[in-house]
């Protein structure tokens, strides 16, 4: 009777550790089970070099949501953002590229606006702004190309 009680509390430790380590998997991956309220912006940039699926939106340096997808639109790179509901994202804001550190992630920074009207659900973002591409810099100041 001692044995099988001691299994049983060692099979639930176990299923409990498993369940922790899942959630913990889930969370530190940014992993949406279940998809929660957001709703979608594209904006269409020149170049998305760098920039990834899965990367933060900030807005003031606080993160309101995700890249969904990124996709060539004829000579465009079409970003499809996931903004969290509640976030009121205007016609005359700006979706820029930008760069964490000198050479971090890329992320995309969002000012969301306020002298337009309100983006509705799948709206587009107009002005956008790629970001920097280091190598090309860095190429043209070898090659004396710097204006």
């Known amino acids: 009777m001692e044995r099988g009680k001691l299994e049983f509390v060692v099979g639930l430790f176990v299923l409990v550790g498993i369940?922790?380590?899942?959630?913990?998997?889930?969370?530190?991956?940014?992993?949406?089970l279940v998809s929660g309220d957001y709703y979608e912006l594209t904006a269409d940039f020149?170049?998305?070099?760098?920039?990834?699926?899965?990367a933060s939106v900030e807005i003031a340096g606080v993160e309101v949501g995700r890249v969904k997808s990124i996709v060539l639109n004829e000579d465009q790179a079409q970003v499809v953002l996931a903004i969290e509901e509640g976030i009121t994202v205007y016609n005359d804001a700006i979706a820029s590229i930008k760069t964490r550190g000198i050479i971090g992630e890329k992320f995309m920074g969002l000012s969301p606006g306020g002298a337009g009207d309100l983006l509705s659900k799948g709206g587009t973002i107009v002005d956008t702004e790629s970001g920097i591409d280091l190598e090309q810099v860095i190429s043209q100041f070898i090659h004396g190309n710097v204006e």
């Open 46 to 54: 020149s170049s998305s070099s760098g920039l990834k699926k899965g």
């Open 19 to 32: 369940l922790c380590l899942g959630y913990l998997a889930i969370k530190l991956g940014k992993l949406e």
